[in-house]
């Protein structure tokens, strides 16, 4: 079946534009996780929705950052006025439910000039 | 403390070797454990879970929890070069929304032919 899909791959804009990354997860998948990676670094947790309970937003980094899961399953993370250090890979993983294993998207790579 | 600690490496074996790969966590109410393969550029792949004390086998990769020890661990026999990667190790953290995924910053695991 279909992995996790995520939109556009590689996304370049300009300082202080805002841009829309999407995420469709697998079928069926109740939590759906963002993160950011920058080059050589880690995963940084930005976001969690699981099922209809209130995200746990406690890693984004600024109010810049907002995401929304339509209808339990299409998600777009938003990032306003962007700025040269919001450059980094940013993936998407979704699951099943709680305990199970996540699975990731190939990523969106966004360059801020 | 970090909630999940790894050893950043990299760590270096010959080709042909067991390549031991620790994590250490910090909730005891943990119940779910993840290991994640990720290449250079690449998202994260899962490439083993566990749930329950003990051992648990697959291919050439076995996965190890010590729960009373807060511990798992990864190890890869007859190590190839092409096994060269970040690990990354995941465990659930129970409260909050759902056990929300963890990860650790990973291990640099370089395998010399």
């Known amino acids: 079946g279909a992995g996790v899909s995520q939109s556009p791959s590689n996304k370049v804009t300009e300082k202080g534009k805002d841009v829309e990354l999407r995420c469709d997860p697998i079928?069926?998948?109740?939590?759906l996780y963002w993160y950011r990676q920058s080059l050589g670094q880690g995963l940084e947790f930005l976001i969690y929705?699981?099922?209809?309970?209130?995200?746990?937003k406690s890693g984004l980094p600024s109010d810049r950052f907002s995401a929304e899961r339509t209808g339990g399953s299409v998600s777009t993370l938003t990032i306003q006025r962007t700025q040269q250090e919001d450059s980094a890979v940013y993936l998407c993983?979704?699951?099943?439910?709680?305990?199970?294993?996540?699975?990731f998207g190939d990523g969106t790579r966004l360059s801020i000039l | 403390q970090k909630e999940v600690e790894q050893n950043s490496g990299p760590l270096s074996v010959p080709e042909g070797a067991i390549a031991s790969l620790n994590c250490t966590y910090s909730?005891?109410?943990?119940?779910?454990f993840f290991w994640y393969r990720q290449y250079s550029g690449k998202s994260p792949e899962l490439i083993m879970f566990?749930?329950?004390?003990g051992d648990k086998e697959d291919g050439r990769f076995t996965a190890q929890l010590n729960k009373a020890s807060q511990y798992v661990s990864l190890l890869i026999r007859d190590s190839q070069p092409s096994d060269s990667a970040t690990y990354l190790c995941?465990?659930?953290?129970?409260?909050?929304?759902?056990?929300?995924?963890?990860f650790g910053a990973g291990t640099i695991l370089r395998v010399k032919s």
């Open positions: 909730d005891r109410g943990s119940q779910s």
């Open positions: 993983a979704s699951s099943g439910g709680s305990n199970q294993p996540q699975h």
């Open positions: 929705f699981q099922g209809n309970s209130a995200p746990d």
């Open positions: 079928s069926g998948h109740t939590a």
């Open positions: 566990i749930y329950s004390n």
């Open positions: 995941a465990v659930t953290m129970p409260g909050g929304y759902g056990n929300k995924l963890v």
